[in-house]
């Protein structure tokens, strides 16, 4: 295109760029599945498991998972109250205090010290997070001063307009106003409360203003914070009211109900769970704590816009992805999300999003998260960042799964959104991507399939590719259905090399819990192409790629703790098919020259103190040297475990116990006492001293344990 056509349609100059870099995306080279399996290790969320190597956690992850998306068995309804209950103007009835009264419970909080303030001062302004009891801590203030009757204020009032809706006298002796509006354009001066003061002294009664966090109050006013007390210490208040005091302890001691009082906790649950204990239900009992969990998160979705804005619920959502990851980056990836949100239903929305007007502590706090600092590992080193995570690890599934499947409309921007996080640069996004979408396959295998993984697994993009393999790793890690099955029937998918390129990545994955037939799977389709490129003169990239990525899942079936069974399983192959004969020397050989940084290579160190793995894997190089095809390739791998047995005992130990074992005749120990009297040290230096005492011991002229106490 000309320049003089580049500078009439803008439009076109503008999507060239976003074309070069969709394609520099769908170029990158497929990360090895080291990385891979690497990044599943670090970056996964904690509630799916540590270390994950292939094999699925079981009970373990699917109590973490499974039972919290599932829930209970049997539905229990409580009235919260939620956002919605806004409290009516007018005089509180008296019962309605004396109930009150009989519950309150001060204990380890700082009611005293506000009696004492509010008896002095008249007009007291009390912040406190919402659900923290702070409309009835404003009630008792005025209760125990006798500043009765207590009139309750419409809340659709400024700040400036209250001395005068508190002008007409009505007799009333305690006023309280509850979550006061307080904002840019009506902030909360000093000189509202002096005049409240003087006019509340003049009547001889008394205000108590209850209001959340906000930067629009003036410094020179003096808040009052409200702490609401120990969920235990309710508890234990409560339930002897309710039933005797030994059936109450009894109660107390129930293993649900410490674990209840183990996650951070609104005073409005724990009243609700008093009467449950009360009526001695265990499963009501045990299920409360989850069905609360499940209210909290279907109480932030049930509106519209307020009073939790779209906003924030983006926000909800993205950490729920990204839980115990930086808050910078939750924060800006929720705002993408915001964005496609925002459009649903209207592409042509294009009201630009605030780029200031979010208050940290507010947001978590409305989140029922925590901030906190911790270091984090990354390819530049460690650094240190300040991390984002709900109070319940357990809120972050439900909300992913109350998304999904109770909110359809909202699908077309999560998947919009989640297509972007499979392609992002950074390993920690994409496998929080993954992570999400095998939630949802969790919660619903067919949609998540159909919407999401077959897409990515047909995708251009490697990185797309990548994170599919990744989501049908952690979806079979935390149980979801038929993920095995659905790997089997890909990775013999002839039509797809796409497809099938990610099921033979992912039989490498989870494939060490059931490894004969995740071999089983790999040598059909190794057979497969096989036969293809015998029938024709040059393949596809497609099946290249499959057939490169064979050798590399067996390897990480035999690094994995399937490895003894793993090497059971390919030794017949060495008798069988050419194709499965040539997988599994490429797999055994691809797997000896992986080295993980230890002074011992993996695979040799699996040798010691296993007979069966050490004669598998001596069998299986003892084939290699011998194979024309894959010859060059054992004896660099034996080069390179002489050179690391060099200064280490280990190594040293388990290379003079396991060559002895790869000779079977004549020709293979001359093949061997060749490589270690000619072997050379890295770069060319010369050949190791260990390599000397190797080939002593293995022409038996120097005892073993020399071999070991020289080296």
Avoid at 659 to 669: N, Q, S, Y
Avoid at 674 to 703: E, I, W, Y
Wanted: aromatic fraction near 4%; charge should be negative.
């Amino acid at each position: 295109m000309s320049e003089q056509a580049s500078s009439a349609d803008p439009e076109a100059a503008t999507a060239a760029p976003a074309q070069d870099e969709a394609a520099a995306v769908a170029e990158q080279p497929a990360q090895e599945p080291w990385a891979a399996r690497r990044d599943l290790d670090e970056h996964a969320p904690s509630s799916m498991g540590f270390g994950f190597r292939g094999t699925n956690q079981g009970v373990a992850a699917q109590r973490i998972i499974g039972d919290i998306i599932t829930g209970g068995k049997t539905e229990h309804h409580y009235n919260f109250g939620g956002f919605g209950s806004g409290q009516v103007s007018g005089e509180i009835p008296a019962q309605s205090l004396e109930r009150l009264a009989e519950d309150f419970v001060s204990e380890g909080t700082v009611f005293p010290q506000l009696l004492e303030r509010l008896r002095e001062e008249r007009v007291i302004v009390l912040t406190g997070a919402p659900f923290t009891g702070r409309r009835t801590a404003a009630l008792m203030l005025l209760h125990h001063l006798g500043a009765t009757p207590v009139r309750a204020l419409d809340r659709n009032v400024t700040p400036g307009e209250l001395s005068v809706r508190l002008t007409s006298g009505d007799g009333a002796l305690g006023q309280v106003l509850c979550d006061l509006d307080i904002s840019r354009e009506q902030p909360l001066r000093e000189a509202h409360l002096l005049a409240l003061r003087d006019l509340m002294r003049e009547r001889n009664a008394y205000l108590v203003i209850t209001t959340g966090r906000s930067p629009y109050v003036e410094d020179t006013v003096g808040l009052a914070a409200w702490r609401p007390p120990q969920p235990a210490a309710v508890l234990q208040t409560l339930l002897p009211k309710r039933t005797d005091a030994a059936h109450a302890q009894r109660l107390l001691a129930l293993p649900a109900v410490s674990e209840f009082l183990s996650h951070e906790r609104q005073i409005r649950e724990v009243v609700r769970y008093v009467a449950v204990l009360a009526e001695a239900d265990e499963e009501r009992i045990r299920q409360y704590s989850l069905i609360t969990l499940e209210q909290q998160v279907q109480e932030w979705f049930e509106e519209a816009e307020t009073p939790v804005q779209l906003r924030e619920k983006a926000f909800l959502i993205a950490l729920a992805a990204f839980d115990h990851g930086p808050y910078a980056l939750t924060a800006e990836l929720s705002d993408t999300l915001y964005a496609a949100l925002r459009s649903t239903g209207d592409d042509q929305y294009q009201e630009p999003i605030p780029v200031f007007g979010t208050h940290i502590g507010k947001r978590l706090q409305n989140a029922r998260a925590r901030s906190y600092t911790a270091d984090e590992m990354t390819e530049w080193g460690s650094v240190t960042q300040v991390k984002a995570a709900f109070h319940d690890a357990r809120v972050a599934p439900v909300v992913l799964r109350e998304v999904w499947t109770g909110h359809p409309a909202a699908r077309p921007a999560l998947i919009k959104w989640l297509d972007a996080l499979s392609v992002d640069g950074r390993p920690f996004v994409r496998t929080r991507a993954a992570a999400a979408v095998a939630v949802l396959a969790y919660t619903d295998l067919p949609s998540a399939m159909a919407l999401i993984v077959e897409r990515w697994a047909g995708a251009r993009e490697s990185r797309r590719q990548l994170t599919a393999v990744s989501a049908l790793t952690l979806a079979h890690r935390i149980g979801a259905p038929n993920i095995p099955r659905i790997v089997d029937v890909w990775s013999t998918d002839h039509q797809d090399p796409k497809r099938c390129w990610v099921a033979v990545r992912a039989l490498g994955l989870i494939g060490p819990e059931r490894p004969v037939e995740a071999l089983t799977a790999l040598q059909a389709q190794a057979r497969h192409q096989y036969g293809k490129q015998a029938e024709q003169s040059r393949i596809g990239a497609g099946d290249q790629q499959v057939t490169a990525e064979l050798p590399q899942s067996v390897a990480l079936l035999l690094l994995s703790p399937a490895a003894e069974p793993a090497l059971a399983a390919l030794l017949p192959a060495l008798d069988s098919h050419p194709s499965a004969r040539a997988l599994a020397l490429e797999g055994v050989l691809t797997a000896c020259e992986r080295s993980d940084g230890a002074a011992c290579p993996p695979m040799l160190n699996r040798t010691v103190g296993s007979p069966s793995a050490s004669a598998a894997t001596a069998r299986l190089l003892r084939a290699a040297l011998n194979d024309r095809t894959t010859n060059d390739r054992a004896e660099n791998v034996l080069r390179s475990w002489v050179r690391a047995a060099d200064g280490d005992l280990r190594t040293a130990l388990a290379l003079a116990d396991l060559l002895p074992t790869v000779i079977a005749g004549p020709r293979d120990a001359a093949r061997l006492d060749h490589l270690l009297d000619t072997v050379q040290g890295l770069d060319g230096q010369s050949r190791p001293a260990v390599a000397k005492r190797l080939r002593a011991a293995l022409n038996r002229s120097v005892p073993r344990a020399q071999v070991l106490q020289e080296a």
